[in-house]
């Protein structure tokens, strides 16, 4: 993470850099420009992105509210937003075996999951959207290009980012084709990279802006697009579920299903799966392969059409482990920095929001004659005096009762909490317990055997990856990196049947036995979606996810 290289790279520099095309980042975009334009100033602003278009790596339920969507753009409905599938009614059931469950009244749906007012929306073609607006404000954006390091000089503050080296083979070598990677510098730089962003990751740490915030927290969201019968379709439908396939009372595995209904007869269908889960046995993709044939959700798919298929690691500790958000030339935004409000399943309003109250920090700052390089102390103090900070304060004790106590119990104290004290109960409730050191010994653990696929309602991991047609140069170097390749044959696999060759949703790690019993850890590093579960629940915290080569990755049409 230096400035200093032996390689002459070509310079680009802006007033703003923005790495990350998500919401929160395309959001501070905009508002930037908007405040550039109310205020008479010039602010440059380039948003940079991995994926091979804006939109290619986004995905989420999604149930979307509108709140800061209608401060950013007032005229989104004029502007042709793409919401288009208001939320009609909401069900909450509690899944207790594989063909029964409990479907909740209306009153005792906890507050935080009503959804009136709200949209069933695809984010990507959000996102796209999103980008359109930004770019008709002066916004350069430039997606497939993969932020590879972070800029810092000698003075310790952050002066932008490397994009990634291209033609590079797997050995390290420069190939024909051969062209490094240009810096991108900038007064301030915002990074948006989503949940688990790499190099927030490692800002986060080199800036030890954790220092006072509980461990984070993650799950792991799988998702599919399905096209359905129109005699099945409900557009506006919201169901979602908690309990089965996880666990119903216990505090062992949990997490929750969703199943939302779109325009053109098109449902989404997927699960959540809290990373904090115990058994090493336990396959995300599994579970979700199975939810789906419990009659709540096969009723709507049964005789209907996969279209598409995503995972994504969701960032879910909120307020109690959110970090210090600004360092000396930057910040954190959106799921970078840990904004979902998990409580509500919905981080894309709360991303928007974090973004925009950066932006008006920075354009604070630039309009007073500043040159960058200093700390956005505006930001954080813009932050405690909004919404946002209101909003993830009152759940700040969600995610910590589900862990402790279970779907049922948790779900209980929660509502309690927000029906009786009006998200100010007395108790405040934290799970100071990393995620990747929840799992139990192998030996100690009940083995799970999965149904095969009937590829009717549940189907395998790579024909799923298929679906989510991600592609990545199969001639560069190994994106995820071991810190000691040891690792995982002679230690997880022995403590933890090496847990990777199931928590991954995508089929890229294995563990191979040769004909003379030999054993060996194989990476198919072209099949990774950019989860990034493995870089958070390895138990030896030894996997390190790196960004590759640009355009890598999933090409997610429409999640």
């Given at each position: 993470m230096s400035v200093d290289t032996p390689v002459e790279r070509d310079v680009m520099e802006y007033d703003v850099l923005i790495v990350g095309a998500g919401p929160s980042g395309l959001a501070a975009a905009c508002r930037l420009k908007q405040l550039a334009t109310e205020r008479g100033q010039e602010i440059s602003v380039c948003v940079v992105e991995k994926g091979s278009e804006v939109g290619a790596h986004i995905l989420s339920g999604a149930v979307f509210e509108p709140r800061a969507l209608n401060e950013l753009f007032p005229n989104w409905k004029e502007l042709g937003a793409p919401l288009n599938a208001p939320v009609?009614?909401?069900?909450?059931?509690?899944?207790?075996?594989?063909?029964?469950?409990f479907k909740f009244l209306d009153f005792m749906i906890p507050t935080t999951m009503h959804n009136h007012g709200n949209y069933v929306i695809s984010l990507g073609n959000l996102c796209?959207?999103?980008?359109?607006?930004?770019?008709?404000?002066?916004?350069?954006?430039y997606p497939g290009f993969a932020a590879q390091e972070v800029l810092i000089d000698e003075q310790n503050i952050v002066r932008g980012v490397q994009i990634g080296d291209l033609g590079v083979g797997h050995n390290g070598e420069h190939k024909?084709?051969?062209?490094?990677?240009?810096?991108?510098?900038?007064?301030?730089?915002?990074?948006s990279e989503g949940c688990r962003g790499h190099l927030g990751k490692r800002l986060i740490e080199r800036y030890n802006l954790a220092s006072d915030a509980d461990p984070q927290h993650y799950a792991?969201?799988?998702?599919?697009?399905?096209?359905?019968?129109?005699?099945?379709?409900?557009?506006?439908?919201?169901?979602?579920?908690?309990?089965?396939p996880l666990d119903v009372v216990g505090t062992a595995n949990t997490g929750g299903s969703f199943l939302y209904h779109l325009e053109n007869n098109q449902v989404v269908v997927g699960l959540i799966v809290d990373l904090s889960y115990s058994n090493p046995y336990l396959s995300p993709f599994d579970e979700f392969q199975r939810f789906k044939h419990h009659p709540v959700a096969a009723k709507y798919l049964e005789g209907g059409k996969r279209l598409s298929y995503g995972a994504r690691a969701i960032v879910k500790g909120g307020l109690n482990a959110l970090p210090k958000l600004v360092f000396p030339g930057g910040a954190l935004i959106g799921d970078d920095a840990g904004m979902l409000n998990f409580a509500k399943i919905k981080?894309?309003?709360?991303?928007?929001?974090?973004?925009?109250?950066?932006?008006?920090?920075?354009?604070?700052?630039?309009?007073?004659?500043?040159?960058?390089?200093?700390?956005?102390?505006?930001?954080?103090?813009?932050?405690?005096?909004?919404?946002?900070?209101?909003?993830?304060?009152?759940?700040?004790?969600?995610?910590?009762?589900?862990?402790?106590?279970?779907?049922?119990?948790?779900?209980?104290?929660n509502w309690i909490e927000q029906k009786l004290f009006g998200s100010k109960a007395p108790w405040h409730l934290r799970d100071l317990k990393p995620d990747h050191e929840t799992l139990k010994l192998a030996s100690e653990s009940e083995k799970i055997v999965y149904p095969k696929p009937d590829n009717k309602l549940s189907f395998d991991k790579l024909s799923s990856v298929f679906l989510s047609s991600t592609n990545h140069e199969e001639d560069q170097p190994v994106h995820l990196k071991l810190t000691?390749?040891?690792v995982p044959i002679g230690k997880n696999l022995p403590m933890f049947d090496e847990p990777a060759q199931r928590y991954c949703p995508a089929g890229v790690y294995e563990v191979v036995t040769a004909a003379t019993g030999d054993k060996r850890f194989q990476i198919n590093a072209q099949n990774c979606v950019?989860?990034?579960?493995?870089?958070?629940?390895?138990?030896?915290?030894?996997?390190?996810?790196?960004?590759?080569?640009?355009?890598?990755?999933?090409?997610?049409?429409n999640m």
């Open positions: 009609k009614r909401d069900e909450l059931h509690l899944f207790y075996s594989a063909a029964k469950s796209r959207w999103l980008a359109t607006q930004a770019e008709g404000l002066g916004v350069e954006i024909a084709d051969y062209a490094p990677g240009m810096e991108l510098r900038a007064k301030y730089t915002l990074f792991i969201g799988l998702k599919e697009i399905w096209e359905i019968e129109p005699a099945r379709h409900e557009m506006g439908l919201v169901v979602h579920g908690a309990g089965w981080g894309s309003h709360t991303a928007m929001k974090s973004g925009m109250l950066a932006a008006e920090a920075i354009a604070d700052k630039l309009q007073a004659g500043s040159e960058g390089g200093d700390t956005l102390t505006g930001y954080p103090d813009k932050f405690k005096a909004s919404w946002l900070y209101d909003e993830l304060y009152k759940s700040k004790s969600f995610g910590a009762a589900i862990h402790k106590f279970g779907a049922l119990i948790g779900g209980t104290i000691d390749p040891s950019h989860c990034k579960t493995c870089d958070i629940k390895d138990p030896a915290q030894n996997i390190t996810w790196i960004a590759p080569e640009g355009n890598g990755g999933p090409n997610y049409p």
